[in-house]
């Protein structure tokens, strides 16, 4: 079973920019698209970014132009650059990876907090 690590979460003044990393604890199967979701109180937990193996990427309406999903594949990394960051953005961001022979398996992390002060 693959597990995966954020980091880079904290508080920051609207406006301002954060980077999220994530990386599974260790290698044992190919991994898939990954890709960063969110959670804020009270809401459903949202995609906010994908990437796949081909570095293809798509982003949710709310943070097109803002964020950026990016990945490293030789090191199983995927990366959200947050550039003008609101107090809507506020939430619990989870990294998400697909894995297996045939990704047909989805591991999460266990969540970062990014809090955005206005």
């Known amino acids: 079973q693959v597990r995966l690590v954020e980091s880079g979460g904290g508080l920051v003044q609207a406006g301002g920019s954060l980077r999220l990393s994530c990386a599974p604890t260790e290698i044992t199967f190919r991994i898939g698209t990954m890709a960063w979701y969110r959670q804020a109180p009270g809401n459903q937990r949202e995609l906010v970014a994908t990437?796949?193996?081909?570095?293809?990427?798509d982003y949710a309406d709310s943070v097109k132009g803002r964020f950026t999903i990016s990945r490293d594949s030789a090191e199983n990394t995927v990366y959200l650059q947050m550039n003008s960051l609101k107090s809507e953005d506020t939430a619990v961001y989870y990294c998400n990876a697909r894995y297996g022979l045939g990704y047909q398996y989805a591991a999460w992390g266990q969540g970062t907090q990014v809090t955005v002060s206005s």
């Open positions: 990437i796949t193996r081909d570095y293809n990427t």
